[in-house]
């Protein structure tokens, strides 16, 4: 079970495509297509105890405009728990209110990720702490992620 947003919306998820590295789902939502891209962990270096289930996610959000997360099942520590690190820059990401998911602060945070992410290496890592304090860093390959924002951009504008 993906959690991308907070249970009480209501929303129907379908597979489009693998792209890649990347699965585009779409989530239909009172009428409103939103597409998302996908990573699951290549590897990770937990310790102490699981992360359970992480997922890094694209959303698209219209023309040009996304939101990057981080997603798990296990509840994450809620003071900057989780920190991305792509090529030479670090990102702090929020968590909500129901610890088991960590967005972006700004739409503009957003962009400076995706931009590096496509621009570096092959792969980025996440740091991220569970509720118990529990440690670990989860990686991810960005290999394909352009294809994929490609993708969404051609197919997921129209419900």
């Given at each position: ?8 919306a209501v929303?129907?998820?379908f597979?489009?495509a693998e ?5 585009i ?5 009172e ?8 990573m699951?962990?290549?590897?990770d270096?937990?310790l102490?105890?699981?992360i359970?289930d992480?997922?890094f ?10 939101s990057i997360?981080?997603?798990a099942?296990?509840?994450?520590a809620?003071s900057?728990s989780?920190?991305?690190?792509v ?17 972006t602060?700004s739409?503009d945070q ?6 590096d992410i496509?621009?570096?290496p092959y792969?980025f890592k996440?740091?991220s702490?569970g ?9 991810f390959?960005?290999m394909?992620l352009?294809?994929a924002?490609a993708?969404?951009e051609?197919n997921c504008s129209?419900p």
């Amino acid at each position: 079970m993906l959690h991308i947003r907070p249970s009480e919306a209501v929303s129907k998820f379908f597979d489009l495509a693998e792209v890649k590295n990347w699965r585009i789902i779409a989530e239909i939502e009172e009428e409103k297509k939103i597409c998302h891209a996908i990573m699951t962990p290549y590897r990770d270096r937990l310790l102490y105890s699981n992360i359970k289930d992480p997922k890094f996610i694209v959303s698209y959000k219209g023309h040009l405009a996304y939101s990057i997360s981080f997603s798990a099942l296990t509840r994450l520590a809620h003071s900057k728990s989780v920190t991305l690190f792509v090529n030479d820059s670090q990102y702090t990401l929020k968590v909500n209110k129901h610890g088991k998911n960590a967005i972006t602060y700004s739409a503009d945070q957003d962009v400076d990720i995706i931009n590096d992410i496509i621009s570096g290496p092959y792969t980025f890592k996440i740091k991220s702490k569970g509720a118990s304090g529990e440690l670990g860093f989860i990686y991810f390959s960005s290999m394909g992620l352009q294809e994929a924002i490609a993708y969404m951009e051609k197919n997921c504008s129209k419900p």
